[in-house]
Structures are given as C-alpha cells and as structure tokens.
T-cell receptor
Framework: KNEVEQSPQNLTAQEGEFITINCSYS?????LHWLQQHPGGGIVSLFM???GKKKHGRLIATINIQEKHSSLHITASHPRDSAVYIC??????????FGGGTRVLVKP | DTGVSQDPRHKITKRGQNVTFRCDPI?????LYWYRQTLGQGPEFLTY????????KSRLLSDRFSAERPKGSFSTLEIQRTEQGDSAMYLC?????????????FGPGTRLTVT
C-alpha cells in the first residue's frame, strides 16, 4: 500500500461543475501539499496545509489530521483547470512523498 | 529572483553514456531536493541537501547516481552508464528550512530520454 493514495486517478467534468479530489495518507506529516502539474512538467504549489481549510480563488483545500485525509475542491471548473493534481506529504527533512496524481479534464 | 532553474530542459542520450543535470535554487533557500518522475506516475524522492551536506538518499539512488551541492548553492545530479529505465523527468525543488516553513518551490524539470 502506498503511503499517499489519491482518488480518483482520472476525472472528466463539464465546465462549471464542482470537482473534488481526495487524498489519504498513512504516515506522520509536518504538512500536506496540493500541487498542480501541466503538460510539459512544471509543478506549481497550490496549497500547503497542516490543519483546517484554505481557499484561493475557486480552489479550496481541507485537511483532517485525525483521519489523515485531505480534499481539494475546484468550484465552477473551467477548461484551464485541466491538469494533473498531486497530493504530497512532507515529513522529516520536509522531503515530500507524493500520491500518483489525479488527471483532470474539464470540457467546455 | 526568478525561481528555481534547471538545465538542460531536455536531454537525449544513448544507453551507457553519462549525463549531468544542474539545478539552481532560489538564492536564499538552504534546502535542495531532487525527485524523479516517470510517465504517468507521481514524483519520487531521490535525495536532499541542507546547504552543502547531503542529508538523505533514497534507495532509488543506485551507485550510478551521484549528487553534489559543493558550495551550498547550485546542485548537480550525475547519472553514469545510463539505462533505458533512467528515462524520466528529474525535478529539483528548494525550500527555506525554518520553523513552520515547509513550502517547496519546483523547477521546470529536466526530461531525460535514454535510447
């Protein structure tokens, strides 16, 4: 079993739909990161969480430390949100352990 | 500062050749990380430095791989005697190690293709 599990692996939505990506982890963490990766490889940090909830524009990230679970929500999805979303947890040394990613396609 | 940079962005090499990649972190960042990402997978940790000290190496880092950060600034990752299985995106990230500061900033990656 991987230390960081994401679901779903792939997700297709129509423009405007609400999207949720889930992440479960099995190790102790110092912080959980949500990352976005576009074709071509560049990774952008969206959120870093150690508790509670954060919001940035149409993106919302939540974390439940007791349940070792986090969710990333995209409200009013848009085709430009199409990307791979990766959950990663940071532990000792802050090295990151990554989930396998969720490939999101938003159709117009 | 323009962020984390990596060079080259793409490298095609023949099996058995040696390759070296460079990462320039954000200037005030004291931690530097190398990750590897194969197609369709999430990245995997390879190694990290605090200043010039290499503090941890993954079991993924075979003896054909070596990384250095000689002056605590830029880092190099060398792969000797490349194999087709080394084909991947090699990502570098940097961070400032301080209490409560965990955010890592990623470079654009070096895509290696071994033919």
């Amino acid at each position: 079993k991987n230390e960081v599990e994401q679901s779903p692996q792939n997700l297709t939505a129509q423009e405007g739909e609400f999207i949720t990506i889930n992440c479960s982890y099995s190790v102790g963490i110092s912080a959980l990161h949500w990352l976005q990766q576009h074709p071509g490889g560049g990774i952008v940090s969206l959120f870093m969480l150690s508790s509670g909830k954060k919001k940035h524009g149409r993106l919302i990230a939540t974390i439940n430390i007791q349940e070792k679970h986090s969710s990333l929500h995209i409200t009013a999805s848009h085709p430009r949100d199409s990307a791979v979303y990766i959950c990663a947890v940071g532990a000792a040394g802050n090295k990151l352990t990554f989930g396998g990613g969720t490939r999101v396609l938003v159709k117009p | 500062d323009t962020g984390v940079s990596q060079d080259p962005r793409h490298k095609i090499t023949k099996r058995g050749q040696n390759v070296t990649f460079r990462c320039d972190p954000i200037s005030e960042h004291n931690r530097l990380y190398w990750y590897r990402q194969t197609l369709g997978q999430g990245p995997e940790f390879l190694t990290y430095f605090q200043n010039e000290a290499q503090l941890e190496k993954s079991r993924l880092l075979s003896d054909r791989f070596s990384a250095e950060r000689p002056k605590g600034s830029f880092s190099t990752l060398e792969i000797q005697r490349t194999e087709q299985g080394d084909s991947a995106m090699y990502l570098c990230a940097s961070s400032l190690a301080a209490r409560g500061r965990f955010e890592q900033y990623f470079g654009p990656g070096t895509r290696l293709t071994v033919t």
